[in-house]
């Protein structure tokens, strides 16, 4: 299978808000649709800072895959943190998550990215099941902290 994988830009916004709001909901993120918007259109608008890619046909979507870039001297040059992945759930368990993570993969080592990081819920092994067999890791030593600003 190739899950069709296309650059957003700022005319993909309204295909992009609902499945955005729709991961947000079965996540529990409060966030509303002008959280939403400001966060993603530097992205469609091609700040250097991201991507966000559509999953499927252009004219209707069946997912997304926000990319953020980064630098870290322990992996030796720029990296990528995959920020959000949804994909609907009428169409989940047929490869497509994984197929955009390979292609994306391959893409950014292309890109000279030299490292993928990605975060999961704890009690969520479905999904930590579909990013180890796209041969992501847990780095058992280290956990993820935030501090919102």
Known sequence: MSTALHLAKPDDLPKLLPLCAAFHAEMGIDADDAHRENALSPLLE???????YLM???????GYIVLTFGWSVEFGGMDAFV???Y???GVRGRGMASDALTSIRNMLKK??????????????????NLYRRARFQMRDQYMLMSQTL
Not at 46 to 52: K, S
Not at 111 to 128: C, F, M, N, W, Y
Request: glycine residues 10%; hydrophobic residues 35%; negative net charge.
């Open 111 to 128: 890109a000279g990215i030299s490292a993928i990081h990605l975060e999961v819920r704890k009690d969520d092994e479905h999904t930590q």
């Open 83 to 85: 920020d959000e992945l």
């Open 56 to 62: 499927g046909p252009s004219r209707a979507p069946i």
């Open 87 to 89: 994909i609907r759930p």
């Open 46 to 52: 091609g700040a250097p800072f991201g991507a966000v």
